[in-house]
């Protein structure tokens, strides 16, 4: 399964700077920097990261997130 992070189109979006949202979270802002270019994978940033930036953005966690083709072990695709 691939995931792309929209932490970048929704912060732009509600008009929050980089700075603004490290400093709302304690997140550094490289870090946020290189999970909203999706530098880093997905399953490498922590679930508590995710709420801590979609409640700063005031936004669901769901909206953070874009899923690609999901491939599901001794499945395959859908």
């Known amino acids: 399964m691939t ?3 929209l932490i970048k189109e929704v912060r732009e979006e ?7 949202l490290e ?14 270019n999706n530098k880093i994978p997905a399953d490498e940033v922590l679930f508590a990261e995710i709420v801590v930036i979609a409640n700063i953005l005031a936004c ?4 953070l997130y874009e899923e690609g083709m999901l491939e599901v072990k001794g499945i395959g695709e859908f």
């Open 3 to 5: 995931i792309k992070f």
């Open 14 to 20: 509600k008009k929050i700077s980089l700075r603004q």
């Open 23 to 36: 400093e709302e979270t304690g997140i550094e802002r490289e870090y946020l920097a290189d999970i909203e």
């Open 60 to 63: 669901s966690i769901l909206d």
